[in-house]
């Protein structure tokens, strides 16, 4: 496997300017969706089909009774176990070699279960008219700008980040930066952590929060929904091989019945059938 | 700023006060989180809890309006706990000059004062001196009429209990700040003080900057990396628009404008007067005729004083509010708002959109119609029948749409190209003044009228037809040899026979010779401290760092070596360093003067003591023009200096029916009055809305919910806002009771994307005693639930 | 096998199922198929050639959601037009007595075409009745579950979540007893006769007396049905 990479949010730098929102957008010529006034500085409750990235601003009183405000930016995490992988019916979202999750939009029926599965409720669906009016819909999420990594470039959102709160290289490399950069925040937030689920497998983007994941409305222990595990490795086999063992004993009745049949007829001379 | 933008990841401490760079200068947090990396503090005083304060170490609120006491505080600290940096005191500040006795202080007014006037005799401050004119000083700083002294007696009114029921700062966040920053007076260590327009938007603004230097001069804090006093500009180019004379008062290079008074009256006269024996200002004859052979060219002879009578004189001043002023009582006839947008950025912005109208015509320069190019529509709320306004509308193109260079808040230089060609008909600004001047030059060639002879003198040599060369504005800015052509390569080598000329002096040496325009470079290697000398042009002379001889000791070794910036290098014998000396290079430890870092003052050092300003030579507390409380530290209400103006124009609110103090801000996703961005759509779905920021508990008395539709009410009007319920802002502890403070962004406007009620409609014209800078951050309001 | 004289009524039509029934069993055998058919392609890549046909994916999901109402109708069609057969109905299906699990033996002689002996059954037999329950269960998880997908803002993420499986769960075991009981109505020769059943609400009486053999006789004794053991005809015949 080529070498994998991370992109590392390192929330004790981010200014919360909100560059990063804005790049995407334009890199990826996203259109603007205003939302309501929503009672603070956030500009929308969460990623949708076009903000593939939304900054948070979270007030929180910690422990000694201070007052935090928390930024996040906050995008898809490009899971290495990824449930939307998983119950794409389609076959339509898949990894990239750099392990980032891509959604591969020729293939995308627009049927939705991947946002309902994502752990992390990043992907969202959009409805589209094609150039006859007829709608459809994709499934729309952030990509890490796997098209700019390809051209050896970095996501656009880590390319305008000022502050280097948002980094992209190497995994092993960052898993290391994210491991000092804890060490050197401990003292200041003795609740910091690395934010690199298991449940999924480990992330492509990985945090060092200050606060427990909760505090920031994420997941303590996401994993992939035990009901995508049961539907797409036990439910949907078996019941394949159900139908398929039906139609076998429906084919082996229809055989053994005509078989049988012939004998008892050369038996008893037709003295069978009702009809 | 003193120091740069990159500078500040050598600092220790950065004390943000009456700023919130996280947001509105984003990039200052790129340096400061490098600083935080290597062990610097943080530390943010703010009346509200800012993505600022999230960013720093430490956060300690203020009630808008209250700098003083906080700093005089902070320097009553610093002396009486011996965290003062003494020998930096003593040799680089007049703390040892001697006052005379005439200059006196009492219950908040100095000596000299006419109240009729509402202004100082200033003379009553002046210094003691010797027969030869120089300051008498005692250099231990015991004589009760040293600088040192008197200072150390003005701030012992500035006691902590004091401080801190005005200010409303909790007692022992203020002490925090104190021990935080006052820790910088070592040796080794340099803080920085962060200001943007929180500080200056003030009627004590300038003394509130004052204090700030006073209290970085103690700690000989400024020269130093990581150090000084950094105002944080509020625009792109701000720095080179005051650079390049866009303040009233001033012509390109902080060289003072022409008054109509006897000393002004030739430029002889002028001259005798207005320049300095000592300091490097002595050389102001040279800066003042090379500009002038810049604008009159060969017009500009020794016979006729090189012009100089084509300079206009008046003792008005010209500030935006008194221009307002002017307008609103229909004494001016036209008026020309190149990007500027009053009916929004104004203060008191109802009344500045009244009197848009009473002008004849109006020229706006935009890129697009702004509420103030479309103050006469309906959607302004104007009955365009009653107006007769003539208006006209010039496209104008973006920065992107055109080539030129933009200084920023580091004094760099920036030359930019053009990126696309412009959209539709609009064209650059030069490119519109262009046209303008070849036009009215044409208009008024046979006329020889004083308007005409003014007009006819221009000498306007940047190109033929309608094309304008850019380059050639270029090489005059700089200055050359107006008989050889040959550029000058810097303002040393400008003479004052007219022999020389330079557009503005301060950036002369950008183009020192034919085709070398130094603020195109792009050299991005450190030259080491991060100075990137390769890398743009910053004045003066491509020093990144003023005043950095303060960074060496008197005898020219660096306090420390890990803020060391120049110093002298006996071997070579002269000053080397990762900076260009802020000195004369060559100047040897035998010289007169090696001694005296602070060049641009006439003592060589700097002024903890300042007799020039127009409020005092300490800065003194009084209260904001609108305030909930009585001024504890004197009977003087509001600062004695400042211009009042009555009616109509500026009506004044007290606290019995508006007790709530507000102050206005940016935020990151808009700028300015907000056209630029309230016309991008990213933008304005990040920040769609007007909204005010308050307490829980104000929003609990006066019963409102987040999300609500509010009023704030101001004795000059009313906005509509969605109110945002925020526990960044506490009520402030003030006399032991509380006040609330509310705030809100002042970017909205009718037109655009993102739209809402203007801010400014609520803030009164009352302007600085010194600057006029009109006071948007602190007056008083009410609230109430829109429904 | 019984092997009993025709009796001269014995090709007579009985009614089984009443109208109602026939109208409510096609519409929900069609809109099953069309259920099935238009969700296919998104079961398994296998079928997604399916899709053009059907208009797209935004044609199949607007088509699968269609004949998913008109999936749940029959119900109601039942309840208003023939609730007393509808409550006939599901009384048989929770009455279960010995002679039901006795059947099941002998069911599966019958299915691969062996000798085997009819155990008395009343209106279904123990077959019927477990196709029905396993459709009706079926039915319930497939509708709910894809009330929970058709409308996912309505309900928690894990309810959706789990809505997929179930809506898998529903139709896999679904189409697999639907495979069986189409193969035994349309193809098998001993339970082919009541084909017409579905299709008319008649069966011939011989059969329905053969399969039904409980409900049958009480149906003669309400003198609804041809006594098809009647000496006298016996003898006649």
């Given at each position: 496997?080529?070498?994998?990479?991370?992109?590392?949010?390192?929330?004790?730098?981010?200014?919360?300017?909100?560059?990063?929102?804005?790049?995407?957008?334009?890199?990826?010529?996203?259109?603007?969706?205003?939302?309501?006034?929503?009672?603070?500085?956030?500009?929308?409750?969460?990623?949708?089909?076009?903000?593939?990235?939304?900054?948070?601003?979270?007030?929180?009183?910690?422990?000694?009774?201070?007052?935090?405000?928390?930024?996040?930016?906050?995008?898809?995490?490009?899971?290495?176990?990824?449930?939307?992988?998983?119950?794409?019916?389609?076959?339509?979202?898949?990894?990239?070699?750099?392990?980032?999750?891509?959604?591969?939009?020729?293939?995308?029926?627009?049927?939705?279960?991947?946002?309902?599965?994502?752990?992390?409720?990043?992907?969202?669906?959009?409805?589209?008219?094609?150039?006859?009016?007829?709608?459809?819909?994709?499934?729309?999420?952030?990509?890490?700008?796997?098209?700019?990594?390809?051209?050896?470039?970095?996501?656009?959102?880590?390319?305008?980040?000022?502050?280097?709160?948002?980094?992209?290289?190497?995994?092993?490399?960052?898993?290391?930066?994210?491991?000092?950069?804890?060490?050197?925040?401990?003292?200041?937030?003795?609740?910091?952590?690395?934010?690199?689920?298991?449940?999924?497998?480990?992330?492509?983007?990985?945090?060092?929060?200050?606060?427990?994941?909760?505090?920031?409305?994420?997941?303590?222990?996401?994993?992939?929904?035990?009901?995508?595990?049961?539907?797409?490795?036990?439910?949907?086999?078996?019941?394949?091989?159900?139908?398929?063992?039906?139609?076998?004993?429906?084919?082996?009745?229809?055989?053994?019945?005509?078989?049988?049949?012939?004998?008892?007829?050369?038996?008893?001379?037709?003295?069978?059938?009702?009809? | 700023?003193?120091?740069?933008?990159?500078?500040?990841?050598?600092?220790?401490?950065?004390?943000?006060?009456?700023?919130?760079?996280?947001?509105?200068?984003?990039?200052?947090?790129?340096?400061?989180?490098?600083?935080?990396?290597?062990?610097?503090?943080?530390?943010?005083?703010?009346?509200?809890?800012?993505?600022?304060?999230?960013?720093?170490?430490?956060?300690?609120?203020?009630?808008?309006?209250?700098?003083?006491?906080?700093?005089?505080?902070?320097?009553?600290?610093?002396?009486?706990?011996?965290?003062?940096?003494?020998?930096?005191?003593?040799?680089?500040?007049?703390?040892?000059?001697?006052?005379?006795?005439?200059?006196?202080?009492?219950?908040?007014?100095?000596?000299?004062?006419?109240?009729?006037?509402?202004?100082?005799?200033?003379?009553?401050?002046?210094?003691?001196?010797?027969?030869?004119?120089?300051?008498?000083?005692?250099?231990?700083?015991?004589?009760?009429?040293?600088?040192?002294?008197?200072?150390?007696?003005?701030?012992?009114?500035?006691?902590?209990?004091?401080?801190?029921?005005?200010?409303?700062?909790?007692?022992?966040?203020?002490?925090?700040?104190?021990?935080?920053?006052?820790?910088?007076?070592?040796?080794?260590?340099?803080?920085?003080?962060?200001?943007?327009?929180?500080?200056?938007?003030?009627?004590?603004?300038?003394?509130?900057?004052?204090?700030?230097?006073?209290?970085?001069?103690?700690?000989?804090?400024?020269?130093?990396?990581?150090?000084?006093?950094?105002?944080?500009?509020?625009?792109?180019?701000?720095?080179?628009?005051?650079?390049?004379?866009?303040?009233?008062?001033?012509?390109?290079?902080?060289?003072?404008?022409?008054?109509?008074?006897?000393?002004?009256?030739?430029?002889?006269?002028?001259?005798?007067?207005?320049?300095?024996?000592?300091?490097?200002?002595?050389?102001?004859?040279?800066?003042?005729?090379?500009?002038?052979?810049?604008?009159?060219?060969?017009?500009?002879?020794?016979?006729?004083?090189?012009?100089?009578?084509?300079?206009?004189?008046?003792?008005?001043?010209?500030?935006?509010?008194?221009?307002?002023?002017?307008?609103?009582?229909?004494?001016?006839?036209?008026?020309?708002?190149?990007?500027?947008?009053?009916?929004?950025?104004?203060?008191?912005?109802?009344?500045?959109?009244?009197?848009?109208?009473?002008?004849?015509?109006?020229?706006?320069?935009?890129?697009?119609?702004?509420?103030?190019?479309?103050?006469?529509?309906?959607?302004?709320?104007?009955?365009?029948?009653?107006?007769?306004?003539?208006?006209?509308?010039?496209?104008?193109?973006?920065?992107?749409?055109?080539?030129?260079?933009?200084?920023?808040?580091?004094?760099?230089?920036?030359?930019?190209?053009?990126?696309?060609?412009?959209?539709?008909?609009?064209?650059?600004?030069?490119?519109?003044?262009?046209?303008?001047?070849?036009?009215?030059?044409?208009?008024?060639?046979?006329?020889?009228?004083?308007?005409?002879?003014?007009?006819?003198?221009?000498?306007?040599?940047?190109?033929?037809?309608?094309?304008?060369?850019?380059?050639?504005?270029?090489?005059?800015?700089?200055?050359?040899?107006?008989?050889?052509?040959?550029?000058?390569?810097?303002?040393?080598?400008?003479?004052?026979?007219?022999?020389?000329?330079?557009?503005?002096?301060?950036?002369?040496?950008?183009?020192?010779?034919?085709?070398?325009?130094?603020?195109?470079?792009?050299?991005?290697?450190?030259?080491?401290?991060?100075?990137?000398?390769?890398?743009?042009?910053?004045?003066?002379?491509?020093?990144?760092?003023?005043?950095?001889?303060?960074?060496?000791?008197?005898?020219?070794?660096?306090?420390?070596?890990?803020?060391?910036?120049?110093?002298?290098?006996?071997?070579?014998?002269?000053?080397?360093?990762?900076?260009?000396?802020?000195?004369?290079?060559?100047?040897?430890?035998?010289?007169?003067?090696?001694?005296?870092?602070?060049?641009?003052?006439?003592?060589?050092?700097?002024?903890?003591?300042?007799?020039?300003?127009?409020?005092?030579?300490?800065?003194?507390?009084?209260?904001?023009?609108?305030?909930?409380?009585?001024?504890?530290?004197?009977?003087?209400?509001?600062?004695?200096?400042?211009?009042?103006?009555?009616?109509?124009?500026?009506?004044?609110?007290?606290?019995?029916?508006?007790?709530?103090?507000?102050?206005?801000?940016?935020?990151?996703?808009?700028?300015?009055?907000?056209?630029?961005?309230?016309?991008?759509?990213?933008?304005?779905?990040?920040?769609?809305?007007?909204?005010?920021?308050?307490?829980?508990?104000?929003?609990?008395?006066?019963?409102?919910?987040?999300?609500?539709?509010?009023?704030?009410?101001?004795?000059?009007?009313?906005?509509?806002?969605?109110?945002?319920?925020?526990?960044?802002?506490?009520?402030?502890?003030?006399?032991?009771?509380?006040?609330?403070?509310?705030?809100?962004?002042?970017?909205?406007?009718?037109?655009?994307?993102?739209?809402?009620?203007?801010?400014?409609?609520?803030?009164?014209?009352?302007?600085?005693?010194?600057?006029?800078?009109?006071?948007?951050?602190?007056?008083?309001?009410?609230?109430?639930?829109?429904? | 096998?019984?092997?009993?004289?025709?009796?001269?009524?014995?090709?007579?039509?009985?009614?089984?199922?009443?109208?109602?029934?026939?109208?409510?069993?096609?519409?929900?055998?069609?809109?099953?198929?069309?259920?099935?058919?238009?969700a296919l392609p998104m079961y398994t890549e296998f079928f997604d050639w399916l899709y053009p046909v059907l208009g797209g994916p935004a044609g199949a999901r607007l088509l699968h959601r269609i004949f998913a109402v008109i999936f749940i109708t029959p119900t109601f069609i039942l309840l208003i037009f023939s609730p007393k057969f509808f409550f006939k109905w599901m009384k048989e299906l929770i009455t279960w007595k010995k002679r039901d699990l006795e059947f099941f033996s002998e069911f599966v002689k019958e299915l691969f075409g062996f000798n085997f002996k009819h155990v008395k059954q009343t209106f279904f037999n123990a077959g019927e009745k477990i196709n029905s329950v396993i459709q009706i269960l079926c039915a319930i998880l497939v509708i709910v579950s894809g009330f929970t997908m058709w409308f996912p803002g309505f309900f928690p993420r894990a309810i959706v979540q789990w809505g997929y499986v179930l809506h898998n769960v529903g139709f896999g075991l679904g189409i697999a007893v639907i495979v069986g009981h189409v193969y035994l109505s349309v193809v098998h020769k001993h339970s082919r006769p009541g084909y017409s059943g579905v299709v008319t609400g008649k069966v011939p009486a011989w059969w329905a007396k053969g399969h039904y053999t409980e409900w049958y006789d009480e149906e003669v004794k309400k003198g609804n049905f041809p006594d098809l053991d009647d000496p006298k005809h016996k003898k006649g015949?």
């Amino acid at each position: 496997m080529a070498t994998e990479y991370v992109k590392l949010v390192d929330v004790t730098k981010c200014d919360g300017c909100r560059a990063c929102m804005v790049a995407c957008k334009n890199w990826n010529d996203l259109p603007a969706e205003p939302e309501e006034f929503s009672g603070t500085v956030q500009s929308h409750k969460k990623t949708t089909a076009d903000t593939w990235n939304v900054l948070q601003y979270i007030e929180h009183e910690n422990g000694k009774g201070d007052l935090e405000y928390l930024f996040r930016h906050s995008s898809c995490f490009h899971c290495t176990d990824a449930a939307c992988e998983k119950v794409c019916p389609e076959n339509a979202i898949s990894y990239s070699k750099f392990g980032t999750v891509v959604i591969d939009h020729d293939k995308c029926v627009g049927c939705g279960y991947c946002v309902q599965n994502c752990p992390f409720e990043v992907i969202s669906l959009k409805e589209y008219k094609d150039k006859n009016g007829k709608e459809y819909k994709l499934s729309q999420k952030c990509t890490m700008c796997t098209d700019r990594l390809e051209e050896g470039l970095q996501p656009a959102c880590v390319t305008t980040c000022h502050t280097n709160a948002l980094e992209f290289g190497n995994k092993d490399e960052m898993l290391a930066k994210a491991e000092k950069r804890l060490s050197e925040i401990k003292g200041k937030f003795p609740n910091a952590n690395i934010y690199n689920p298991k449940g999924v497998g480990g992330t492509h983007t990985i945090y060092v929060l200050t606060e427990k994941p909760s505090v920031y409305g994420l997941p303590e222990n996401p994993k992939v929904p035990t009901s995508a595990v049961v539907w797409k490795d036990y439910a949907q086999p078996i019941g394949k091989m159900m139908i398929g063992a039906t139609t076998m004993a429906v084919v082996g009745a229809f055989i053994t019945n005509n078989i049988i049949s012939k004998r008892i007829k050369g038996k008893e001379d037709g003295g069978e059938g009702h009809e | 700023m003193t120091n740069h933008w990159n500078d500040l990841q050598y600092t220790d401490c950065a004390l943000i006060i009456g700023g919130n760079p996280a947001e509105n200068h984003p990039i200052s947090f790129r340096w400061l989180t490098k600083a935080k990396e290597k062990g610097g503090k943080i530390v943010s005083v703010d009346p509200r809890f800012t993505r600022t304060s999230a960013m720093a170490d430490h956060y300690a609120p203020l009630r808008s309006g209250t700098d003083i006491p906080f700093i005089g505080g902070m320097i009553k600290y610093a002396i009486e706990n011996n965290l003062i940096h003494k020998e930096y005191v003593a040799k680089y500040t007049n703390a040892s000059f001697i006052v005379k006795e005439s200059y006196k202080f009492e219950d908040g007014l100095f000596t000299g004062y006419d109240e009729a006037k509402r202004a100082y005799d200033k003379t009553q401050w002046a210094w003691e001196t010797t027969e030869d004119g120089k300051p008498v000083k005692d250099e231990t700083l015991e004589h009760p009429r040293s600088v040192f002294q008197l200072m150390k007696k003005h701030y012992s009114r500035y006691d902590v209990d004091t401080v801190t029921s005005v200010t409303g700062t909790p007692k022992e966040d203020y002490l925090k700040v104190c021990e935080m920053f006052c820790s910088t007076g070592k040796v080794g260590k340099s803080g920085t003080i962060m200001y943007a327009m929180g500080a200056t938007q003030h009627t004590v603004g300038t003394q509130n900057v004052r204090s700030y230097a006073m209290l970085q001069l103690l700690l000989g804090n400024i020269g130093l990396p990581g150090g000084g006093i950094n105002a944080m500009r509020g625009e792109s180019n701000v720095q080179g628009s005051t650079d390049f004379a866009l303040l009233f008062d001033n012509l390109p290079g902080y060289l003072g404008m022409t008054k109509a008074i006897p000393e002004h009256a030739t430029l002889k006269a002028h001259l005798e007067k207005e320049t300095p024996k000592s300091g490097y200002w002595s050389n102001k004859p040279k800066f003042i005729v090379s500009l002038l052979k810049a604008w009159y060219g060969p017009n500009a002879t020794a016979d006729n004083e090189f012009g100089y009578q084509f300079l206009p004189k008046g003792n008005k001043n010209y500030s935006h509010i008194n221009l307002f002023n002017a307008m609103y009582k229909g004494e001016l006839e036209g008026a020309f708002l190149f990007g500027t947008n009053p009916v929004v950025g104004g203060p008191n912005a109802g009344k500045e959109k009244e009197a848009l109208g009473n002008l004849k015509w109006m020229v706006a320069v935009d890129l697009w119609e702004t509420e103030s190019s479309a103050f006469w529509q309906k959607e302004a709320g104007s009955d365009p029948a009653k107006i007769n306004t003539e208006v006209f509308l010039l496209p104008a193109c973006s920065s992107y749409e055109k080539e030129g260079s933009v200084s920023n808040s580091s004094r760099w230089m920036q030359y930019r190209w053009q990126a696309i060609k412009p959209v539709g008909e609009s064209k650059a600004d030069l490119e519109i003044m262009h046209e303008l001047m070849t036009k009215i030059k044409a208009l008024y060639k046979n006329e020889s009228t004083p308007a005409a002879k003014q007009v006819n003198a221009v000498h306007w040599n940047y190109g033929e037809g309608k094309e304008i060369d850019i380059d050639l504005v270029c090489k005059e800015i700089n200055g050359y040899d107006v008989n050889t052509g040959k550029q000058i390569n810097g303002f040393g080598n400008l003479k004052d026979d007219g022999s020389t000329c330079s557009g503005n002096w301060i950036y002369c040496g950008f183009y020192p010779e034919e085709g070398k325009n130094l603020a195109q470079r792009r050299d991005s290697k450190d030259t080491g401290m991060s100075m990137y000398l390769n890398w743009s042009f910053a004045w003066p002379m491509n020093r990144r760092i003023i005043y950095n001889r303060a960074a060496a000791d008197p005898s020219g070794k660096p306090w420390s070596k890990e803020k060391a910036v120049i110093w002298w290098d006996a071997a070579q014998n002269k000053w080397a360093g990762y900076d260009v000396p802020d000195f004369v290079a060559t100047k040897k430890p035998t010289d007169p003067g090696f001694t005296d870092p602070f060049i641009m003052i006439a003592d060589g050092v700097a002024g903890l003591y300042a007799p020039t300003l127009n409020d005092g030579p300490f800065p003194e507390h009084y209260e904001p023009y609108e305030s909930p409380i009585p001024n504890a530290f004197s009977s003087q209400e509001i600062n004695p200096a400042i211009t009042l103006f009555d009616g109509d124009f500026n009506k004044r609110g007290f606290k019995v029916d508006y007790p709530i103090v507000a102050t206005t801000y940016r935020v990151s996703e808009h700028w300015q009055s907000g056209t630029m961005t309230r016309n991008q759509e990213w933008l304005s779905e990040l920040v769609p809305y007007m909204y005010v920021e308050m307490s829980e508990e104000l929003a609990k008395e006066k019963g409102i919910n987040n999300k609500d539709e509010i009023i704030v009410s101001s004795a000059r009007g009313e906005v509509k806002a969605y109110a945002m319920v925020t526990k960044r802002f506490k009520p402030h502890t003030v006399k032991g009771k509380k006040i609330h403070q509310i705030g809100m962004p002042w970017h909205f406007g009718y037109k655009g994307i993102a739209t809402g009620d203007t801010a400014n409609r609520l803030t009164p014209h009352i302007g600085d005693a010194n600057t006029m800078i009109p006071e948007y951050k602190a007056f008083l309001c009410d609230v109430r639930r829109a429904d | 096998m019984s092997n009993h004289q025709q009796h001269p009524k014995a090709n007579e039509k009985i009614r089984r199922f009443p109208k109602a029934f026939v109208w409510a069993h096609a519409i929900n055998g069609i809109a099953f198929f069309a259920l099935y058919i238009t969700a296919l392609p998104m079961y398994t890549e296998f079928f997604d050639w399916l899709y053009p046909v059907l208009g797209g994916p935004a044609g199949a999901r607007l088509l699968h959601r269609i004949f998913a109402v008109i999936f749940i109708t029959p119900t109601f069609i039942l309840l208003i037009f023939s609730p007393k057969f509808f409550f006939k109905w599901m009384k048989e299906l929770i009455t279960w007595k010995k002679r039901d699990l006795e059947f099941f033996s002998e069911f599966v002689k019958e299915l691969f075409g062996f000798n085997f002996k009819h155990v008395k059954q009343t209106f279904f037999n123990a077959g019927e009745k477990i196709n029905s329950v396993i459709q009706i269960l079926c039915a319930i998880l497939v509708i709910v579950s894809g009330f929970t997908m058709w409308f996912p803002g309505f309900f928690p993420r894990a309810i959706v979540q789990w809505g997929y499986v179930l809506h898998n769960v529903g139709f896999g075991l679904g189409i697999a007893v639907i495979v069986g009981h189409v193969y035994l109505s349309v193809v098998h020769k001993h339970s082919r006769p009541g084909y017409s059943g579905v299709v008319t609400g008649k069966v011939p009486a011989w059969w329905a007396k053969g399969h039904y053999t409980e409900w049958y006789d009480e149906e003669v004794k309400k003198g609804n049905f041809p006594d098809l053991d009647d000496p006298k005809h016996k003898k006649g015949a």
